[in-house]
């Protein structure tokens, strides 16, 4: 992964000793409310419901295990004990004390580490694959890109102040597993009718009060010009953005009023000027990114060996032989597997993970995955590396510490923002329609039957829980102070990606499982052979589940 | 007389708004925008945006131009920022200043936009602002104050 250099260290130093001062001022009366507002979002800090939220930046969900101690200890001492897997990849506290913010910016510092635009009007953090590098269906590496993004965004001058924030998604693979479509702009690594990788940039993605699915502003980028082109997209949208209505002022608004076309023309006038300029990256600027997240120490293996050894332990212990079908994937090697870690154990807040589970993690990926964790958009943790020899002694581990929960894709494994319970934002709480569900749907051999399926859940029209993406979409209403749940099905992040449809009036809490359970069994009823819930939905259409949803009990 | 920073220092300043009505500038006064498409002879001139007024509109006229002023009535409205950096990157070289109700921890990034002066709306605390403009002596990106990007300057 990337390491700093003095000059990164020096540059977050600076920005501790920046928002410490700014804190002080703050905290003295200098600064008003309203000016402290964007200074603490740019340093993830967020005034919430009950306390303080911080939003510590994980770029592209990739951290170390020395890090992930860091993060158990700070929760420890500045919080209650626990963190939160975000839906951007980012790790949030819940309940930091606003005169000690700038003491967690500091510890977080002597590990490489801030919070740095995880919030507020600018360049949010650069997002991608949770298997980045060890996908067996890649076309090549993405995190050295985002890296690149990351220093380039990383207290930009000019694009501090946007008309809203600004979100940016890097993909290498077949799969889109970084929904870029969703993204203001949307990256892919492509190949060019000569074979040469270039990129592929799509912009306008997004959710929020009118989800957009992002439009193809330029179909292959030699990769030198990166940053030049992303300077002139934001350029244009600084320029022209709309800032009279903050429903208004996301990229997509704008590129949706000028048309694509015309938007590419401003973007590429722009571009004119900068093109070549000394943003363009250099050979020796990628091949040095590039080199941060070349292949660890990768062993030979008995690959036979292993695979039968798996084979027996599967044999002997069901539960593990579920937990191998579920939760682990090919990596790109034969001899190693991708394991994901659940965080979506019926009971817990999906994406809480606590201090002793993280330590445990640092642990186990010190053991078994080279030191590397990642954070997924999903909630949950991945280790991108194990030998299949070491599955059987991974999952014990796992299993005792409750983070073996063998639900990855599945029903269970529920997107969730935190909802009413933390969030000022939010119209309705989440946590608790979450667990409902969970609750009522704890037949996994039902579970696993209704195939891959995610269902989200977001507590307002910010959408932080991907509802418009999810299969099964659920958001959080307000009607004259009563919490309502619109559902909308259809939703799909990847590349054929598509948003769901409003199913019709909301629910209320208490009927929102009954209302899940008969969308269910309509797809069960309605499927063909194999077909998944996307399949049968996009061939059946909305008005079965309408139907069934909202009949009359007789 | 007003005070300002300028250069790093805190300066008195004689520029005046010009009267909206009139249509010819004094010495030392800033016409808007619309005033200054009027002007026949531009040599000297000073001029003030406002948001939503690009410069694009001066980039024939930037070497006759002295004083370039980007106002931001609302410190949140960033797009003086890339106006500023516009203006540069085509060429202006004579003073640009932001007036208006900024922040002092907004100053290192108009600096880095290439704003070299910098007139705030409430100007009793300039010399703690001043030292706002110290908060970093390294960067990432190219800017205005330093056209390199930090990947071309590592060592």
């Known amino acids: ?554 | 007389m007003p005070r300002l920073i300028k250069h790093g220092s805190i300066i008195d300043d004689a520029w005046q708004l010009m009267d909206p009505d009139c249509t010819v500038p004094a010495p030392d006064q800033i016409c808007n925008l619309d005033q200054w498409l009027q002007l026949g002879d531009k040599n000297g001139s000073a001029v003030q945006l406002e948001p939503g007024q690009d410069p694009s509109c001066l980039f024939g006229a930037l070497e006759d131009i002295d004083l370039l002023v980007i106002n931001f009535p609302i410190f949140t409205d960033g797009r003086g920022f890339s106006y500023a950096r516009d203006a540069r990157e085509h060429g202006y070289q004579g003073e640009l200043r932001a007036s208006g109700h900024f922040i002092r921890d907004q100053l290192t990034y108009l600096q880095r936009c290439g704003f070299d002066a910098f007139q705030m709306a409430d100007d009793s605390h300039l010399d703690a602002a001043l030292t706002s403009l110290m908060d970093f002596t390294e960067h990432y990106q190219a800017a205005i104050d330093q056209p390199l990007p930090l990947f071309r300057r590592r060592s």
């Not at chain 1, 130093?13 to 410490?20: S, T």
């Not at chain 1, 009118?210 to 990166?226: F, N, R, Y």
């Open chain 1, 1 to 554: 992964m990337y390491v700093y250099d003095q000059h990164d260290q020096k540059i977050i130093d600076e920005r501790v000793a920046q928002f410490r001062d700014q804190t002080a001022r703050f905290l003295a009366g200098d600064i008003t409310d309203g000016e402290f507002l964007p200074l603490r979002l740019q340093n993830g800090l967020y005034l919430q419901r009950l306390a303080p939220m911080l939003r510590i930046a994980v770029p592209y969900g990739l951290m170390n295990s020395i890090q992930l101690r860091k993060l158990a200890d700070i929760s420890r001492t500045y919080d209650k004990g626990y963190v939160h897997i975000s839906t951007r990849q980012n790790v949030q506290l819940n309940w930091p004390l606003l005169e000690e913010v700038p003491d967690i910016l500091a510890e977080l510092a002597t590990v490489q580490m801030h919070a740095i635009q995880t919030s507020g009007n600018c360049i949010r953090n650069t997002t991608t694959d949770q298997f980045a590098g060890v996908a067996s269906d890649e076309l090549e590496d993405p995190r050295p890109y985002c890296e690149i993004i990351r220093q380039w965004s990383t207290l930009h001058p000019e694009f501090a102040f946007l008309p809203r924030k600004f979100k940016i998604a890097v993909c290498g693979s077949t799969q889109d597993r970084a929904a870029i479509h969703y993204h203001d702009i949307g990256i892919e690594l492509v190949a060019n009718d000569d074979g040469e990788i270039g990129l592929k940039i799509l912009v306008g993605g997004g959710l929020g009060r009118t989800p957009a699915i992002g439009s193809v502003i330029c179909e292959w980028l030699d990769k030198k010009h990166l940053l030049t082109y992303l300077e002139a997209i934001l350029r244009v949208y600084n320029q022209h953005g709309r800032r009279d209505n903050k429903y208004k002022a996301r990229i997509k608004i704008l590129v949706r009023a000028m048309g694509i076309d015309a938007f590419r023309e401003a973007v590429e006038e722009q571009w004119t000027a900068l093109k070549n300029g000394p943003s363009t990256l250099t050979e020796e600027e990628i091949i040095r990114a590039r080199s941060f997240f070349r292949d660890p120490a990768y062993q030979t293996l008995d690959t036979a060996l292993a695979i039968s050894q798996l084979e027996d332990d599967c044999m002997r212990d069901p539960i593990f032989a579920n937990w191998i079908t579920r939760n682990t994937q090919d990596h790109r090697l034969p001899g190693y597997r991708i394991v994901t870690l659940s965080l979506k154990a019926t009971g817990f807040a999906p994406g809480d993970i606590t201090a002793e589970q993280l330590e445990l993690l640092a642990e186990l990926s010190d053991v078994y995955a080279f030191g590397e964790i990642r954070s997924t958009h999903q909630q949950n943790m991945v280790l991108g590396d194990v030998q299949i020899s070491a599955l059987y002694a991974l999952w014990q581990r796992l299993q005792a510490a409750g983070l073996a929960t063998p639900n990855i894709g599945y029903l269970t494994d529920i997107i969730c923002c935190p909802g009413g319970d933390y969030c000022s934002l939010a119209n309705a709480k989440s946590l608790p329609i979450a667990e409902a569900i969970q609750t009522r749907f704890d037949d996994l051999d039902y579970v696993y039957d209704l195939g891959p399926l995610e269902l989200n859940i977001s507590g307002c029209m910010n959408a932080c829980g991907h509802h418009h993406v999810g299969q099964i979409g659920i958001l959080g209403v307000d009607k004259k102070g009563q919490e309502f749940y619109q559902i909308c099905l259809g939703g799909n992040q990847a590349k054929d990606a598509s948003i769901g449809k409003i199913l019709g009036p909301s629910f209320q809490q208490k009927d929102v499982p009954e209302v899940i359970d008969n969308i269910l069994s309509t797809y069960v009823t309605l499927r063909q052979e194999e077909e998944s819930f996307l399949d049968t939905y996009r061939r059946v259409g909305i008005h079965p589940f309408k139907e069934r949803a909202y009949a009359k009990a007789d």
